[in-house]
């Protein structure tokens, strides 16, 4: 699947188009099919998002979207050395699931 | 390639479209030329400088120019700046006129290398320029707009040399 | 240490009101990211992995403790209460929102500090010697010159618009401890036969994917003309850098393609004329300057010698101080390398008690190394127990300086968009490894130095040994190069040969120490060791 992703732009958080709105979990990125840039021009001109782009996406067993490039599994998590920090700061699983 | 009614349509387009001039002459009225047209003829007075193009080639001629457009295609260019500092460190008096991406924030900068005049590809907010004009209270280093840097103010005199 | 006059501020504070202005711009819509972008990075704001990143400027390294507190205070309350030291003497913060960004530049500049300049093509920070002012072997207190430059450099007319960006360190002694020659301009004040001091520039190093060592373009620059000459170096690079490709638009490319002798030429030619217009400051600002860098109150007639009876204190002693050029003082270096730690990394509470020890053992300074480390560099030897102490409490106490856990390392995939491979779980791995074997100490002196990609701010062409991150199919991957040095001696690394998953790489950098261990001749580091016997017995221990 396609999903959208990008940084709020006064935040800068990772930000991930959940259909209607962005969302901070990828969990909730939803299949942008084709639309993806205009939803992208569209949000990025509302300034709700800066440097939006597509990437490529699967499910893993348990049905939870998977980026397929590592750079955006780190992104959708947080960084590997810092566990508090990230968005799964109480899984144990979470630094596998980057790799 | 002259094609006379365009040459009419953009000679009115570019007297309308500076923005911000500051000089009180007349504006040329004749559109500016390349600088290999200009170099190769004796009756043009108004020349337009690319950034690949070396300034110095006009040095030769500063007597005859009224005034030099400096073409920013995109703002992240920066030749321009070193092209009009260059012209105006050989003693060149007439119009600078900065034209092409020409945005807001390289507005100060752009008259402290001796732009005297500015025609914005896109027309700017008459206010945000005037903010951006006035952005230094005072000026670190020597350029061409006759301001005297802090170093110079630090110690009392007027001009940076030290001859020592 | 310098102080800002009334100038110096109103021009910090211009600066503030002019970015808290493009903020609101880029808000309102009025500037598209495309136009918001290089005056952000001219503010040091980048958009990172996690949020945007701001890089805050050390003006060449030197801080005083409550600068230093500012920069505690700064990641508590606006990011994650920690914050990273960079190889350029700066400091990061990852977690930085966009909204918040003038009000923390408004907060630094209430203790002489911004981010100008800290990225974007332009010239940026200006690193020095991290033991000036204390160093033995100096000539000069090269501190000046960058202060002089820093001032000529900000908000810089002509030059704020480079090819790319731009870097200049200035050195005043032999040993370059600021990896001078990797720089776009590297300078060393230096001596004549008659005593005067003077400026050596040497121009187009630079690391990234295109690693350059500079050039000596002029032996001998007088102090009267730093600015002008300098100004004919940027000028020239202005006008001919390559702006056709980004990787190519650095000024040791552009050396690279005409000489540098013929980039030496027109900068003379440049120089001459500019000789006319003025630029130079009065010579009276360079002695202004001067004095805020003169001695701290040295107590005189202290004597050498320091009573290492505690094991663990003699190792710190050995390991992390540096000969002072005044008697009963010593610079300590405060490592960030913690065995198994995030390299350059410190929290607030680290940060406020580094402050505080630089008040009360350091005459109010100190310093961060392009090693990522932190210097106090005027302690007196007999109060130097009292500062470790002080510091092994504090967990700050690793003595490991220049060895194999004293790795430089980059934010890699962790924190950078750039990145092709995670650099700090490596580094992480690595001290823990050599740390867990008792090797640390016996290899002695190896500069290990690792970055994500093939932007090298980790220095890893510099490296002893460098690792370089890849890509290889979508998985991380790691080159490893050996025989890279930035001191005097500076080399560029080689790679050994095909890259080495994460695990493989930690294992192929002990195989690397074996080799050495094995064939080291008296006194000799890993460095001399390689050069003495060349890359084919490391290769015959990692693939044969
Ligand atoms: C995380 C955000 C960062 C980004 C996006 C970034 C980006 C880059 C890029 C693109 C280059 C290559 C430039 C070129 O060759 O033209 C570079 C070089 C460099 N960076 Fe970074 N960097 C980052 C963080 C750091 C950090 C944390 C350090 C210090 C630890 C650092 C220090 C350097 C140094 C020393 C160089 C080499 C300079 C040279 O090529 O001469 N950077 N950086
Ligand atoms: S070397 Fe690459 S990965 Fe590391 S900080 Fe620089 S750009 Fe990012």
Redesign the pocket.
Known sequence: MKILTGSDLKSGAVVWWDGSSWSLHVEDACDVGEDAASIAAREEAERRVVVPYAIEATTDAQGRVRPAHIKDRIRALGPTVRADLTLRPADPEAGTWVI | MAEPISGTDSEARELDDVQFRFREDEMVDHPAVTVDAFVGQTNASAVRIEPGDDARDLLPHLGRIALVEVNFPSFGDGRGYSAARILREAGYQGELRAVGDVLIDQLSHMRRCGFDSFAPGVRLDEEDAARAFATWPEVYQAAVDGRAPIWTLRHGERNGDTNG | MYQYDRYDQQMVDARVAEFRDQVRRRLDGKLTEDQFKPLRLMNGL?L?LHAY?LRVAVPYGTLNSTQMHMLGTIADKYDRGYG?F???QNI?YNWIKLEDAPDILAELSTVEMHAIQTSGNCIRNISADHFAGAAADEVADPRPYAELMRQWSSFHPEFSYLP??F?IAVIASETDRAAMR??DIGIRIHKNDAGELGAAFYVGG????TPMISHLVREWVPLDRLITYAEACLRVYNRYGRRDNKYKA?IKILLHEIGAEDYAAQVDAEYQQLLDQGVEPPFAELQRIRTFFADPPFVEGLSDGVDQSDPAFAAWVQQNTHLHRVHGYTSATISLKPVGGIP?DATAAQIHLMADLAKEFSFDECRVTHA?NIVLPHVEQRRLYELWQRLDTAGLATANLDNIGDIIA??GLD????ANARAIPLAQKISQRFSDNGKDAVIGELKLKISGCI?????HHAGHIGVLGVDRKGRENYQLLLGGSEGADTSLGKITGPGFDEDGVVDAIEKTTEVYLAQRQDGERFLDTYRRIGMEPFKEALYG
Not at chain 3, 206 to 209: D, L, P, S, T
């Open positions: 980048y990172q990143m990273h960079t190889t350029r990061q790319r960006k870097k990797l720089h630079g690391m990234g994917r650095r350059g990522q980059c934010p924190y950078c968009s750039l932007n090298a701010c980790g220095h």
